[in-house]
C-alpha cells in the first residue's frame, strides 16, 4: 500500500523536493484538505534511499504545520464569528456560550486529539481561533 503513495508521491518529491512537503503541510494546516500526511510518509521513505534529509525534511514540516494552523487559527479568529453569525450557524447565543466555556475548559485536549483525525486536523486551527481560544495556549 505505502508503495502505491509513493510512487504517486514521488514525480512530485523529486521535482519540487522539500518546499513539495513544505506548501502541502502548509495549507493543509489552514483548512485546505491535502495529502499532507502521505507526503510526509513517502519523503520519509525517499530519505531511507538518501534522496532527503530526515532532520531537515521533519523541521520543515514541523514549520509549515505551525504557520500552517497560526494562519488558520488567525482566519478563525478574524472571521470565524462574524461567518457564524452572518450564516446562523451559531444558533442560540447561550449555545456558543456553552461552547466557548468547554473550549477554554478542554480546548488544549481537544486541539491534541484532533491532530490524530483527518478533517478534525485540518479544521484545528480555524475553530480554536473562532471560539476565542487565547493562540499562545494554542500554540502551546
Known amino acids: 500500500m505505502i508503495q502505491h503513495y509513493l510512487e504517486i508521491a514521488r514525480p512530485y518529491l523529486e521535482r519540487y523536493g522539500y518546499a513539495s512537503v513544505f ?7 489552514f483548512g485546505i484538505p491535502a495529502p499532507g500526511q502521505t507526503l510526509i510518509i513517502a519523503a520519509a521513505v525517499l530519505a531511507s534511499e538518501g ?3 530526515i532532520v531537515v ?14 494562519i488558520g487559527f488567525a482566519i478563525g479568529y478574524a472571521g470565524g464569528r462574524a461567518v457564524r453569525n452572518r450564516t446562523g450557524i451559531s444558533g442560540k447565543a447561550t449555545r456558543m456560550e456553552y461552547a466557548q466555556r468547554f473550549f477554554v475548559k478542554y480546548g488544549g485536549g481537544i486541539v491534541i486529539v484532533a491532530r490524530f483525525f483527518e478533517i478534525l486536523r485540518q479544521l484545528n ?6 471560539i476565542g481560544m487565547p493562540w499562545w495556549r494554542f500554540f502551546a
Not at 506548501?23 to 494546516?29: I, N, P, Q, R, T
Not at 486551527?125 to 473562532?130: D, Q
Open 23 to 29: 506548501g502541502v503541510v502548509l495549507v493543509e494546516g
Open 51 to 53: 534522496k532527503f534529509n
Open 57 to 70: 525534511l521533519l523541521t520543515l514540516a514541523w514549520t509549515a504545520a505551525v504557520i500552517g494552523d497560526s
Open 125 to 130: 486551527g480555524v475553530v480554536a481561533g473562532s
